[in-house]
């Protein structure tokens, strides 16, 4: 798989490093360091991975289910064992801290046993005429759900295991064969997790990957003629040109938020923040779950903020590879000129700058700001950074009414008491999921996750997304009532 730190590309059962292009390196966000080389596939080499998988799919969707189920718990058990050496590589490929980087391992691992079990559980149904009017039980329809063909599953940096194991597992258990495509920085992290599905005994040809630039090979690869099914996760910008690109090819979108936590007079402010603090500067607010902006009542709003400060600035930052850090460099000085940017324009229009604000190379120190309005950028831009605005409100109304202007509509959070007023406020609220009394999540994996609006389109967690990749099939039976 590795030759002098190149890494190859899974094609039909054997790593290729590209004939064609000159490799591209990744360089740690955390000192500069070569972590690896990635081949640069050609279009001609694309054509050979999608025609592979294209190749291996019939066979792969008559394998009996329970043997499709082996070969997944297989891979857990050998994505277990690479816990370590596959979180190191995390540490220093995207800066993640080494705390989460095991917890994602060991995550996509679980991920991998539950969707093996929920694709034993799968079933058909039976569906006799007599049940609409006029019908009769001579008619009866077996319905059974069959692949889509090909799945491209297109996975960003921030989770470059967990969220390419979120699309794998789901296709390869509902039949189809798999093109991987992940995030230029993190591919060393899913290129090693590929390495351990296929060590787990995949057939050649039922999981392929392709690395090289997004901007060389991107629209190549979505409008290719034999995918037959998209899944993509990243920003909105990249889901809404591939939306525009696209035709007749079914997609699932998780793309960007901008997740508000609306935060009541009668809620347990330590609780709040504790959770807000946790949602919004984990890795260092690089999730599209992160808790981006705080919708607080006045009547609350100087309490909550000093109980935030304390929180704040007792969070570690720093290098991942030090115990307990929670904030690291951003992925790439371009993510850190952009957040700064949106931090000092908030602060040159007003934006109270309760802590933080401080960049050294690529790390923004985790920064809270107050008395943001809805005239400032920071308001509405989702910075993919620790940065957290907080928006006074005066009314439970105001603060949904501003939740809901946003473009996004990924998740938002309720915090209070009182049950019955969280209910109809999550009711309102124009979101895929609400939490009530907790921060933005993307789990547990049996869980609808969905965003609408720009924040995506399709659903996901393992047995929707089994669902959304593959599609039913009906045979109708007609029966004679001859014995």
């Not at 939306?243 to 901008?258: C, Q, R």
């Not at 930052?317 to 904030?327: F, K, L, N």
């Not at 920071?378 to 946003?406: H, K, M, Q, Y």
């Amino acid at each position: 798989m590795m030759q002098e730190k190149t890494f190859g590309n899974l094609v039909n059962g054997e790593w290729r490093i590209s004939r064609e292009n000159p490799p591209l390196e990744v360089l740690s966000p955390v000192d500069g360091s070569l972590v690896g080389r990635l081949s640069s596939m050609s279009h001609t080499e694309l054509d050979e991975a999608i025609s592979a998988a294209k190749a291996a799919q019939k066979a792969w969707a008559a394998y009996p289910v329970y043997r499709k189920a082996q070969l997944m718990y297989r891979a857990a058990d050998l994505l277990e064992q690479m816990a370590e050496e596959i979180s190191e590589c995390l540490v220093m490929e995207i800066a993640k801290d080494k705390k989460s980087a095991v917890s994602e391992v060991k995550r996509s691992a679980d991920l991998l046993r539950y969707t093996a079990d929920v694709g034993k559980s799968l079933h058909g149904e039976a569906i006799f005429g007599d049940s609409f009017p006029g019908g009769s039980r001579d008619k009866m329809s077996c319905v059974t759900r069959v692949p889509v063909g090909t799945v491209l599953a297109i996975s960003p940096f921030n989770y470059p295991v967990n969220l390419a194991i979120s699309k794998i597992g789901p296709a390869l258990m509902g039949g189809n064969t798999v093109l991987l495509k992940p995030a230029t920085q993190g591919a060393v992290s899913a290129l090693m997790m590929v390495k351990a599905m296929q060590d787990a005994g995949l057939p050649a040809g039922v999981l392929n990957t392709a690395t090289g630039l997004g901007s060389v090979i991107g629209d190549y690869i979505v409008t290719h003629k034999d995918i037959q099914f998209i899944n993509f996760t990243g920003s909105t910008e990249v889901g809404q040109h591939i939306s525009a690109l696209t035709s007749m090819t079914p997609v699932i979108m998780e793309l960007g938020g901008k997740d508000a936590a609306i935060v009541l007079e009668d809620a347990d402010l330590d609780f709040a923040a504790d959770n807000i603090v946790d949602g919004a500067y984990s890795y260092s607010g690089q999730r599209c779950t992160a808790v981006k902006r705080i919708l607080a009542l006045d009547t609350i709003a100087d309490e909550l903020v000093e109980k935030l400060k304390a929180r704040v600035e007792r969070l570690k930052t720093g290098d991942p590879r030090e115990p307990g850090v929670t904030v690291t460099p951003l992925v790439s000085t371009k993510s850190a000129d952009f957040v700064e940017s949106l931090m000092r324009g908030a602060i040159q229009q007003g934006a109270r700058l309760v802590t933080g604000g401080q960049r050294t190379g690529n790390l923004i120190q985790p920064t809270l700001l107050d008395r943001v309005t809805t005239e400032m950028d920071v308001a509405w831009v989702e910075p993919f950074g620790p940065v957290l605005p907080i928006i006074r409100v005066a009314s439970a109304g105001e603060a949904v009414e501003i939740a809901n202007r946003s473009e996004y509509g990924l998740q938002s959070s309720v915090f209070t008491n009182n049950l019955n007023k969280a209910y109809s406020i999550a009711a309102q609220l124009e979101v895929g999921t609400v939490q009530i009394n907790n921060k933005p999540e993307r789990g547990p994996d049996n869980f609808p996750f969905l965003g609408v609006k720009s924040s995506g389109m399709g659903t996901q967690g393992v047995r929707y997304s089994i669902e959304s990749m593959t599609r039913p099939k009906a045979v109708t039976i007609n029966l004679t009532g001859d014995e």
